[in-house]
């Protein structure tokens, strides 16, 4: 069963405006931590926030915000203002508590984010 | 400053012809990782250690192997590549198995086989 899940292939946004990159999760873990990760096209995979399921407040990191949604098992990415740097991949992966799941990070298939100026 | 290096940026082989991909990291991380990740797909998980454990996932090919020498290496062996393995490998990190550990990833290695 897919644990991960990002319904948007690709996003198209206007340069300065906000987007938001879906994705939704499946565990039953009680203890788990959701990241968005960034690829650009030279491939390197960079961090860009993190929310932990006992998180109260959203996690927020500079431009970047994480809208949870702990009952409805979504995590989603908000960038605002977007820029031309920010056309690339982006993957939403989760961790789950290694006392009942797994140790590795798994990853959604990604949306393709293209900006335009 | 790089904290996750992967050598070299691109590697070309031959079919069959036996390749060493490098990862080094510099935070002491307990946790090294190899991924492998095909063009427009999710990374995909290989292997892992934590320390001088090896963890192999199920489906990883016995075509590939890994040695982590010291803490801060870790050397990705494909004994004989198929076109098939022509893919982006990423090397990752980890302080350990917590949810709350964030993967450091390296620039990746783009393997070319021809």
């Known amino acids: 069963a897919q644990k991960i899940t990002q319904t948007q292939p690709g996003m198209f946004v206007q340069e300065k405006e906000a987007v938001t990159l879906d994705c939704t999760y499946d565990t039953s873990d009680p203890s788990y931590g959701l990241f968005w990760y960034k690829q650009p096209s030279s491939g390197e995979m960079i961090f860009l926030i993190y929310?932990?399921?006992?998180?109260?407040q959203n996690a927020t990191e500079g431009r970047y915000s994480l809208n949870f949604q702990k009952a409805r098992k979504s995590a989603n990415l908000v960038i605002s203002a977007s820029q031309l740097g920010d056309s690339a991949m982006y993957f939403c992966a989760m961790r789950e508590d290694p006392q009942g799941g797994s140790e590795k990070l798994v990853f959604g298939k990604g949306t393709k984010l293209t900006v335009n100026p | 400053d790089a904290m996750v290096i992967q050598n070299p940026r691109y590697q070309v082989t031959q079919f069959g012809k036996p390749v060493t991909l490098s990862c080094s990291q510099t935070l002491n991380h307990n946790v090294m990782y190899w991924y492998q990740q095909k063009s427009s797909q999710a990374p995909k998980l290989l292997f892992h250690y934590y320390d001088k454990d090896f963890n192999n996932e199920a489906d990883t090919p016995d075509n590939f192997q890994s040695r982590r020498p010291n803490t801060s290496f870790c050397f990705l062996d494909i004994r004989s590549p198929g076109l098939g393995d022509a893919a982006m490998y990423l090397c990752?990190?980890?302080?350990?198995?917590?949810?709350?550990?964030?993967?450091?990833f390296g620039s990746g290695t783009q393997l070319s086989v021809l």
């Open positions: 990752a990190t980890s302080e350990g198995y917590s949810s709350l550990s964030k993967l450091f």
């Open positions: 929310q932990g399921s006992y998180d109260q």
